[in-house]
């Protein structure tokens, strides 16, 4: 079966550095996304890997480990506005095209 | 502003009612899909349009209809829905299928009462 898991929830302090991890089970297994969703909002995407290894964006880096089934995101120098919903979805080439999201992790900054 | 819009943003309808959403991408993309997204559950793919074909449809029940009669824009007809069918319903596009980076819509708030 396909399974992705990610915390419920997090918290943190405005200018810490936060990993929300994402674990997840799946065949034909071809990239991961994060993306990110504010309240009331359509996500936005913010990364994509697939090829294992750290890629890294600004503030916001990703890492994948294909063997082991893992991703997380890293969010530095947090700020308010990083307070969000942030989704793992892992796109998958079996039974036709599938891209498949975890329930998402979110994320509160505190002052 | 992603590019993508869709109307109404917010709906509330009759179990009996008949009523659609509609989405439009002005991106130039061949790719669109509908999402559900229920409180505290993951984004739920529905269907699957490239090149206006439908690709994929994922055991949606028959009282959710899409139409797409062109690559820029997506339809969701409803009708007869029950209250378990309230939820955020997201419209997204792509350049192509299987393109990594889908672009989504603000998303139509449904309640049905």
């Known amino acids: 079966g396909q399974n992705i898991d990610q915390p419920t929830e997090m918290t943190a302090t405005e200018g810490a550095i936060v990993q929300i991890n994402c674990t997840y089970q799946?065949?034909?297994?071809?990239?991961l996304f994060w993306y990110q969703q504010h309240a009331g909002e359509a996500p936005t995407f913010l990364s994509y890997?697939?090829?294992?290894g750290l890629e890294e964006k600004g503030r916001f880096s990703s890492f994948l480990s294909r063997s082991k089934g893992y991703s997380y995101l890293l969010l530095k120098e947090l700020q308010m506005k990083d307070s969000a919903s942030y989704l793992c979805?892992?796109?998958?080439?079996?039974?036709?095209?599938?891209?498949?999201f975890g329930a998402g992790t979110r994320l509160f900054v505190k002052a | 502003e992603t590019g993508v819009t869709q109307t109404p943003r917010h709906l509330v309808m009759g179990m009996t009612n008949k009523k659609s959403l509609k989405c439009e991408q002005h991106?130039?993309?061949?790719?669109m899909y509908w999402y559900k997204q229920s409180a505290k559950k993951p984004l739920e793919l529905m269907f699957v349009?490239?090149?206006?074909?439908?690709?994929e449809n994922n055991s949606v029940p028959s009282r959710f209809s899409p139409e797409c009669p062109n690559s820029s824009h997506l339809f969701l007809h409803l009708h007869t829905l029950q209250p378990e069918d309230s939820a955020l319903y997201l419209c997204?596009?792509?350049?192509?299928?299987?393109?990594?980076?889908?672009?989504f819509g603000p998303g139509t708030r449904l309640l049905v009462l």
């Open positions: 997204a596009s792509s350049q192509d299928i299987g393109e990594e980076t889908q672009y």
């Open positions: 799946t065949s034909g297994f071809n990239g």
């Open positions: 890997n697939v090829l294992d």
């Open positions: 991106l130039g993309h061949n790719a």
């Open positions: 979805a892992v796109k998958s080439d079996t039974g036709g095209f599938k891209t498949i």
């Open positions: 349009y490239s090149l206006e074909e439908r690709v």
